[in-house]
Structure formats: structure tokens, C-alpha cells
């Protein structure tokens, strides 16, 4: 289960936020396999002034209007795998949201099941280790 944590510009309209979550889900559900229904993304409007960053870093030239994704989940996925899924990101963020490729920014943060409580308080890893419901 991937929890995605979005930063946009404050100025960001609440349809373009939706598609921004929807560009970023549709990149996880095709590209990793997430299952449709593990949607965690928290989106947060960053004010002028509230992230510093480089406008040429690595020779891309960016706008006003980066958007921030954060990725946090199991680790596993090859290099393969998250190249193409970066790709996907950007792909889907210009295609649905309209964010110019050179104005994405990812990074993910990769942990395992023992990091993680997604209901009741309760250790994520014996959830994964039931077997099934009682017949």
C-alpha cells in the first residue's frame, strides 16, 4: 500500500488537485500493479516562499509550479521499475493534471510491512500473515 504525500502550489484549483491524485494513482495501479482500491495520497498547497529549490538543477528548467510526490512503501520494485513508473508520473501529471514534465519531482522512501498500522491500530504485518477468514 503506497502513501503518496503531494505538495502543489497553494494557488493549485481543487479539479487540477483531484487530477493530479488520479494522474498518480493510474501511474501505481498500471506501473507497480497497485491494487484500484489503495488510494492514500494526502495533498498539501505549499505558499510563495515555502520551497526553495533550483530552477536549473540537473538542467532542468523549471517553473513556479513544481509539483512534489512523495512515495512511501514496501520495498522491492527493480530500478526497472521505478524508472518506469517516474515516467509514468510525469506522463500522466501532463497528460490529466497538465504539470509540465520538467515541473515533477519525485523521491520515495521504501520500508516493510513492520512499518506500517493501516486500520484499528493494528500491525499491518498480521494482517498480511492472515490466512483467511474462519469458514
Excluded at 510526490?69 to 501532463?94: F, N, P, W
Excluded at 497528460?95 to 493501516?118: G, K, L, Q, R, T
Aim: hydrophobic content about 50%; proline content about 5%.
Amino acid at each position: 500500500m503506497p502513501f503518496i504525500h503531494t505538495h502543489v502550489p497553494e494557488a493549485t484549483p481543487a479539479a487540477t488537485r483531484e487530477a493530479v491524485v488520479q494522474a498518480i494513482h493510474q501511474a501505481l495501479v498500471e506501473g507497480i500493479g497497485m491494487p484500484e482500491d489503495e488510494l492514500f495520497n494526502m495533498v498539501t498547497g505549499y505558499a510563495p516562499g515555502q520551497f526553495a529549490f533550483s530552477r536549473s538543477f540537473n538542467g532542468v528548467a523549471r517553473s513556479d509550479a513544481v509539483v512534489v510526490v512523495e512515495i512511501t512503501l514496501r520495498r522491492g520494485r527493480s530500478d526497472a521499475m521505478k524508472r518506469a513508473l517516474y515516467a509514468a508520473i510525469a506522463h500522466k501529471l501532463q497528460a490529466m493534471a497538465h504539470v509540465a514534465p520538467a515541473d515533477v519531482f519525485i523521491f520515495m522512501h521504501e520500508n516493510d510491512y513492520s512499518d506500517w498500522s493501516v486500520g484499528h491500530g493494528r500491525f499491518a504485518m498480521a494482517l498480511v500473515q492472515q490466512v483467511g477468514a474462519p469458514g
